[in-house]
């Protein structure tokens, strides 16, 4: 039996902006849609892995989710570490910096972190 990954989900308040800022700060785009009454999943990926980010939008929620201590996050490479910091500074979305393992997170429009790290 194997068990490979698929993909991971975040539930996000306002879908647009988060579609905004995850094609504005990482990349990524949308590879499928699943629309109901009550929800929407978009599930986005990076066009070079087949791992893929699940964004839920409730559409009765208002209130902000709660994300306990944040101590959770999901990680992206990247081949060029100084534009990266460069955009993300520039975004306004740099949250933590540890220059001295060499990664930074931001954070999206609901308050998740996301770990920048170089290709090694």
């Not at 849609?33 to 009550?38: F, G, K, L, Q, S």
């Not at 839920?56 to 910091?85: I, Q, S």
Request: negative net charge; charged residues 25%.
């Amino acid at each position: 039996m194997q068990f490979t990954f698929a993909h991971n989900n975040l539930n996000v308040l306002n879908l647009e902006k988060s579609l905004e800022f995850y094609k504005q700060a990482l990349g990524l785009s949308e590879v499928r849609r699943h629309e109901t009454d009550a929800f929407t999943l978009v599930y986005l990926g990076d066009g070079h892995t087949p791992h893929q980010l699940e964004l839920t939008w409730l559409k009765d929620r208002k209130e902000p989710y709660n994300l306990g201590e944040n101590e959770f996050h999901l990680a992206f490479r990247v081949d060029d570490y100084k534009a990266a910091h460069d955009k993300h500074a520039a975004l306004g979305c740099i949250c933590y910096e540890n220059p001295g393992m060499g990664i930074y997170f931001i954070s999206d429009p609901d308050g998740y972190w996301l770990e920048i790290v170089p290709t090694r």
